[in-house]
């Protein structure tokens, strides 16, 4: 989140910035240009990732306006409780998992839907509430479990509502 905080993630705009003569197309919704507010918050693909957290979780609402002032928000005033750790680490791991999705359609030309970037997201935030001791690793086990039948079509779960 650093880079993000930044501004130094290498989104086109920044490349176009930096003297780089490219067309500027978000490669996740190609209806926009790619800057980091908009591939982290307002694009599309991000918003269902979001939705989708929010949906499974039931606990917090998508960051909107600027991701800067998300990363303010959410991590200024890390609470003690267990609602406060996972916002703070859905900000991050949101972030990075649709970063790397991102890249993995430029430099592999592989594509992943909502749900398979919401369930890797998912998993590292269990995995890091796990870490800090924040829940035990049955209740992450148990969570997870829940997390994935809520997420299979086969259970009547719509990502894209």
């Known amino acids: ?32 240009e790619e800057s980091i507010n908009h591939l982290l918050i307002e694009c ?19 960051p909107t306006g600027d991701i800067l002032m998300a990363i303010q928000r959410w991590s200024s005033d890390l609470p003690d409780n267990l609602v406060g750790w996972i916002g703070f680490c859905a ?23 909502v749900a398979d970037v919401l369930k890797k997201a998912l998993l590292l935030i269990v995995d890091n509430l796990i870490a800090h001791g924040k829940i035990s690793r049955e209740e992450g086990m148990g969570w997870m479990l829940d997390v994935r039948r809520s997420l299979d079509p086969s259970y009547g779960f719509a ?3």
């Open 159 to 161: 990502l894209m509502q």
């Open 1 to 32: 989140m650093w880079l993000v905080a930044h501004k130094k993630i290498l989104t086109l705009d920044n490349l176009q910035r930096r003297g780089w003569l490219l067309a500027n197309r978000c490669y996740m919704c190609h209806s926009a």
């Open 91 to 113: 900000l991050h791991v949101i972030s990075w998992q649709v970063w790397l999705e991102r890249n993995s359609r430029v430099f592999r030309d592989r594509c992943l839907g």
């Open 44 to 62: 599309d693909f991000a918003k269902q990732v979001w939705r989708g957290f929010g949906r499974v979780c039931s606990i917090l609402a998508p």
